[in-house]
């Protein structure tokens, strides 16, 4: 078999990247580990940015997002009882859309459909060869057998736990990696959202956050001892832990109902640098992690995927070798900015084992800055609602 470009991965990035491709004229085949509908089952990212509603519109699976997701032009921040909104509108002019992860997949499923372009599912001991040399392959078992693909590039959009950030040699690397004391413990409910805007909470018991999915599907969060398991937690414990982080308003309003699903999450942050090795490109979890808080994970795989599309249909339009030279310099310099606006987020909500009554005092000062300074609030909003592609 021969295209122009494997992807590694059939998960939001590597279906995005396939899909801009495809407007191009530019063939592709993706490979995914899992079936399909495990890819469509996982809960994960709920909130988007403008730059990624674009990249879906441009690649043909942007039309349900736009009828169905709800916009949003602020967020709520509480810290005990006190809360306040930090208004992107009015700071940036721009919103973010709350529209879940699974039916972005879900969407560029269909596009893909629509335009008859190869997915390979459950393939197994994926390999690459040859990303240094003119000449890169792909090979995998699928049904026993070992199937190969010759190209021009690989996209690696395997996640973090993929083969292809380790397939670059060790020496070409670096990691840098930061893990947190905490997880987060999510519950999805078939229940009213308590606010029309997300809550992230700040409290004595550690944080929460209230999010969405639809106006009757409710998204829940609350910070959890990390190795803790979702065994420990009945829904009932949920629910009362849950109260106990938010502001009492907030609380006595809460619609409680049966968790269909309930899943915790580690938090981290990591960067491999850099996100190329000759013919091999990393996008999206692949290459890097944020913590949750802020929503900047898939939103930074979006960005990633930007970059590498425009780098690749410059080559194969202009004959232009180095946009595709550039491509890590490029992404890197926005998903280091999406680190550490994550890694400030996560420090300024959480509880942290080691906290001193002093680093307490410090958080509480930050918060209340940030409530009453519009120059702070406006550095949220902007990182919140998406710093611009090129900048
Ligand atoms: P993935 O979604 O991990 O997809 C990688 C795909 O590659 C998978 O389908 C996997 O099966 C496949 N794969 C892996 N190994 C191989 C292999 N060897 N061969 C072939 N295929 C392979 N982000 C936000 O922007 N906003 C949010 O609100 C948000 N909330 C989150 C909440 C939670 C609880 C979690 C866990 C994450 C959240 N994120 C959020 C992060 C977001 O979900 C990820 O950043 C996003 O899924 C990254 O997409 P990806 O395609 O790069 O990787
Ligand atoms: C969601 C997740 C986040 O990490 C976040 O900051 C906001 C919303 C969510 O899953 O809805």
Redesign the pocket.
């Known amino acids: 078999m021969r295209t122009q470009v494997v992807i590694?991965?059939?998960?939001?990035?590597?279906?995005?990247l396939a899909q801009l491709l495809h407007t191009c004229g530019i063939d592709s085949i993706v490979?995914?580990?899992?079936t399909r509908a495990?890819?469509l089952a996982?809960?994960?990212?709920?909130?988007?940015?403008t730059g990624?509603i674009d990249l879906l519109e441009q690649a043909g699976a942007g039309a349900r997002v736009r009828q169905d997701g709800m916009p949003h032009e602020g967020t709520w921040i509480s810290y005990g009882d006190e809360a306040f909104r930090i208004d992107f509108a009015k700071h940036t002019g721009k919103s973010v859309m709350v529209y879940g992860?699974t039916e972005v997949?879900r969407d560029l499923y269909a596009a893909r459909d629509r335009t008859g372009g190869q997915t390979e599912f459950e393939?197994?001991?994926?390999r690459i060869e040859g990303a240094d040399s003119d000449a890169p392959a792909v090979s995998?078992l699928q049904t026993g057998q070992r199937k190969r693909i010759a190209c021009d590039f690989i996209a690696g959009?395997?996640?973090?736990?993929?083969?292809?950030r380790t397939s670059i040699p060790e020496a070409k690397r670096r990691y840098y990696e930061k893990t947190y004391p905490f997880g987060?413990l999510?519950i999805l409910s078939e229940t009213p959202p308590v606010n029309d805007e997300l809550i992230y909470a700040n409290s004595d018991r550690g944080f929460a956050l209230c999010?969405m999915r639809t106006p009757s599907l409710s998204r829940y969060?609350i910070q959890c001892e990390a190795g803790d398991h979702t065994d420990n937690w009945s829904d009932d414990a949920f629910w009362a832990e849950l109260k106990r982080r938010l502001p009492a308003e907030q609380a006595a309003n809460l619609i409680t109902g049966p968790s269909i699903e309930k899943?915790i999450?580690p938090l981290r942050s990591f960067v491999c640098e850099p996100m190329q090795w000759g013919r091999l490109f990393l996008?999206?979890?692949?290459?890097h992690?944020?913590p949750?808080t802020?929503?900047?994970?898939?939103?930074?795989?979006?960005s990633?995927v930007h970059y590498l599309f425009s780098a690749l249909s410059r080559w194969y339009q202009n004959n232009d070798a180095d946009a595709v030279a550039q491509y890590s310099q490029h992404a890197l310099a926005r998903v280091w900015k999406a680190e550490r606006f994550s890694w400030w987020f996560s420090k300024l909500m959480h509880r942290f084992p080691h906290h001193s009554g002093f680093d307490l005092r410090m958080q509480r000062a930050e918060i209340e800055f940030l409530r009453s300074n519009q120059a702070a609030q406006q550095a949220m909003a902007e990182n919140y609602v998406g710093l611009p592609y090129d900048d």
């Open positions: 590694i991965g059939g998960g939001p990035s590597g279906l995005l490979l995914e580990r899992r495990h890819v996982r809960i994960r990212a709920g909130v988007l940015e990624l992860q997949t393939v197994e001991d994926v995998y959009c395997d996640g973090f736990h993929g083969v292809s987060w999510g999010s969060y899943s999450a996008c999206g979890d692949a290459a992690i944020v949750p802020g929503a900047k994970g898939l939103n930074t795989a979006a990633d």
